[in-house]
């Protein structure tokens, strides 16, 4: 799961600091339990391709420069 994320991530599907569909949308849109998407959003998390803003999403983090 989080390599399917990571691809629609780096083909353009979510821009640099915007949000990606929350943990329902993507449980609905793969048919996957909610575990399988919190672990694929916290493994892009800790390789630094997410990052969480409590209370407001999770978002694509922007390449460093």
Do not use: C, H
């Given at each position: ?39 694929a ?12 803003v ?12």
């Amino acid at each position: 799961m989080a390599g399917i994320l990571a691809a629609r991530i780096r083909r353009g599907d979510w821009q640099p600091n915007r949000a990606i569909p929350s943990e329902s949308q993507l449980v609905q849109e793969y048919g996957l339990a909610r575990a399988t998407v919190r672990r694929a959003i916290a493994v892009l998390v800790d390789q630094g391709v997410l990052f969480v803003v409590p209370q407001r999403g999770t978002f694509v983090k922007p390449e460093s420069q």
